[in-house]
């Protein structure tokens, strides 16, 4: 398509363009599955793409953001602005249905709700002492005989676990 | 958009911010010297993570100050081109890694002050304020929980690891005092109901500070000395040799990029 064809692109369709976008990290997941673009708008004549970091230091970060300007523009958009926006920081619950089963078919194990410990520090201390118990399932058996082998895994949204059933190390995509 | 308006003088609210930037940023550097070195591969994983994660919130609270300033200076010429003088961070942080006991004391003895001081920032009255601290303020939480469970896992683990650990505290406590000192600038920031007093956040730290240790069965030194001078720029002579890696790059090719 020529360049500036489509320079009014419904946001429907600007949406439906970025969910065709794969996350450099976790290519199974696109940038809306994962939940990071937070807002799609027209701004006389410009678009307007909010987006929200996962981390703050995720290296990700750039190439998802050079990401999204490449489509955009390989897609007709000439007017295109970018904005950074931190506020609601961005939680694991904006992962879709459909991007947790995508996560476990990949080999990654999909953030566990129940398993985020929301009681406060000190009442989580006393029971600290080495690798903990979950219920994160292997995502190669589904075994729930797992343990955490260490909180940071391959990128800062991953923590490292091991199955005890099937023996496999696997990663987790923790909640946040 | 970075006027903090009539609440307070642009020049305190800057001083405030490169506090805020500054420790995590020569922490993360300092945590950043493992990689490749770590006792163990998830270790050393972990570690480049925490570290990731500091250098991302040095970057909100940077560039912020730099707009705050107003004089052009971004993220970059406030992290590579001042000298150690006009850096604002904690002794804490800049002191050296020692071994792998030592450098998790460090993360935890600073861990466990940023967790209630960054909770207490999301309701300043200065709206980028609180985003940054909620959004550092999650990654806070979860390093927290990393390095309270080692401690205790390090403390009461073998004779070795306990005499290690202890080591490393009773090297590092003199170093904790100055988080909680505060001076004039703070009492800006508390009056113009932007940032909690420091000496507030003792309790809430100690509180933590003594269930883990106790876990971890070590010790509290019972001095109560206290190191000071991040605050101002006067600091200890390990800051140096940090920038001089750190700042390599940007010193000996000025405005290099990738």
Redesign the interface.
């Given at each position: 398509m020529q360049p500036g064809n489509v320079k009014q692109a419904s946001t429907d369709t600007i949406w439906q363009w970025l969910s065709e976008i794969p996350d450099p990290e976790i290519p199974v997941l696109s940038l809306t599955d994962l939940g990071v673009i937070r807002d799609v708008r027209w701004e006389k004549g410009t678009l307007v793409v909010t987006v929200t970091p996962t981390y703050t230091g995720c290296p990700a970060t750039a190439v998802i953001n050079l990401d999204i300007e490449t489509k955009l523009r390989t897609c007709g958009v000439e007017d295109l602005r970018l904005e950074q926006k931190l506020s609601p920081p961005w939680t694991t619950d904006w992962l879709s249905a459909e991007g947790r089963e995508k996560l476990k078919n990949y080999g990654i194990a999909p953030p566990v709700d129940a398993v985020k410990d929301t009681r406060p520090l000190a009442d989580r201390i006393l029971q600290m002492t080495g690798a903990s118990k979950s219920s994160v399932s292997c995502p190669r058996c589904d075994s729930e005989n797992t343990e955490k082998i260490s909180q940071f895994g391959s990128t800062p949204c991953k923590a490292a676990y091991r199955c005890k059933s099937c023996l496999e190390p696997f990663d987790y995509f923790k909640c946040h | 958009m970075a006027m903090s308006g009539d609440i307070i003088a642009n020049d305190i609210l800057f001083e405030w911010l490169l506090r805020r930037g500054d420790t995590p940023l020569i922490l993360?550097h300092r945590v950043s010297e493992w990689c490749g070195h770590s006792p163990v591969l998830?270790?050393d994983?972990?570690l480049?993570?925490?570290?990731?994660?500091?250098?991302?919130?040095s970057?909100?609270w940077l560039t912020y100050a730099g707009e705050v300033e107003g004089k052009g200076r971004g993220e970059n010429e406030l992290a590579f081109l001042r000298d150690a003088w006009d850096f604002r961070n904690f002794l804490l942080a800049e002191q050296t890694n020692g071994d792998f006991g030592k450098t998790l004391m460090r993360q935890f003895l600073i861990d466990a002050y940023q967790?209630p001081f960054l909770a207490a920032l999301e309701s300043s009255g200065n709206?980028r304020i609180?985003?940054?601290a909620?959004?550092?303020g999650?990654?806070a939480?979860?390093h927290?929980?990393?390095s309270?469970?080692l401690v205790?896992?390090l403390g009461?683990g073998t004779p070795e690891s306990h005499k290690r650990m202890q080591t490393a505290l009773d090297m590092l406590w003199a170093y904790t005092g100055e988080m909680f000192a505060g001076d004039a600038v703070d009492e800006a920031m508390f009056d113009a109901s932007l940032a909690p007093k420091p000496e507030n956040l003792r309790p809430q730290w100690q509180?933590?500070v003594d269930?883990?240790l106790d876990?971890a069965t070590l010790k509290i030194p019972q001095s109560d000395f206290a190191h000071q001078g991040g605050l101002s720029g006067r600091h200890s002579e390990h800051l140096g040799h940090l920038l001089a890696d750190m700042q390599f790059l940007q010193r000996a090719y000025p405005g290099a990029t990738w």
């Amino acid at each position: 398509m020529q360049p500036g064809n489509v320079k009014q692109a419904s946001t429907d369709t600007i949406w439906q363009w970025l969910s065709e976008i794969p996350d450099p990290e976790i290519p199974v997941l696109s940038l809306t599955d994962l939940g990071v673009i937070r807002d799609v708008r027209w701004e006389k004549g410009t678009l307007v793409v909010t987006v929200t970091p996962t981390y703050t230091g995720c290296p990700a970060t750039a190439v998802i953001n050079l990401d999204i300007e490449t489509k955009l523009r390989t897609c007709g958009v000439e007017d295109l602005r970018l904005e950074q926006k931190l506020s609601p920081p961005w939680t694991t619950d904006w992962l879709s249905a459909e991007g947790r089963e995508k996560l476990k078919n990949y080999g990654i194990a999909p953030p566990v709700d129940a398993v985020k410990d929301t009681r406060p520090l000190a009442d989580r201390i006393l029971q600290m002492t080495g690798a903990s118990k979950s219920s994160v399932s292997c995502p190669r058996c589904d075994s729930e005989n797992t343990e955490k082998i260490s909180q940071f895994g391959s990128t800062p949204c991953k923590a490292a676990y091991r199955c005890k059933s099937c023996l496999e190390p696997f990663d987790y995509f923790k909640c946040h | 958009m970075a006027m903090s308006g009539d609440i307070i003088a642009n020049d305190i609210l800057f001083e405030w911010l490169l506090r805020r930037g500054d420790t995590p940023l020569i922490l993360g550097h300092r945590v950043s010297e493992w990689c490749g070195h770590s006792p163990v591969l998830e270790e050393d994983i972990a570690l480049a993570n925490v570290a990731l994660d500091l250098i991302g919130q040095s970057r909100l609270w940077l560039t912020y100050a730099g707009e705050v300033e107003g004089k052009g200076r971004g993220e970059n010429e406030l992290a590579f081109l001042r000298d150690a003088w006009d850096f604002r961070n904690f002794l804490l942080a800049e002191q050296t890694n020692g071994d792998f006991g030592k450098t998790l004391m460090r993360q935890f003895l600073i861990d466990a002050y940023q967790v209630p001081f960054l909770a207490a920032l999301e309701s300043s009255g200065n709206e980028r304020i609180s985003e940054i601290a909620a959004k550092a303020g999650k990654e806070a939480v979860y390093h927290l929980d990393r390095s309270a469970d080692l401690v205790i896992r390090l403390g009461d683990g073998t004779p070795e690891s306990h005499k290690r650990m202890q080591t490393a505290l009773d090297m590092l406590w003199a170093y904790t005092g100055e988080m909680f000192a505060g001076d004039a600038v703070d009492e800006a920031m508390f009056d113009a109901s932007l940032a909690p007093k420091p000496e507030n956040l003792r309790p809430q730290w100690q509180k933590t500070v003594d269930m883990v240790l106790d876990q971890a069965t070590l010790k509290i030194p019972q001095s109560d000395f206290a190191h000071q001078g991040g605050l101002s720029g006067r600091h200890s002579e390990h800051l140096g040799h940090l920038l001089a890696d750190m700042q390599f790059l940007q010193r000996a090719y000025p405005g290099a990029t990738w």
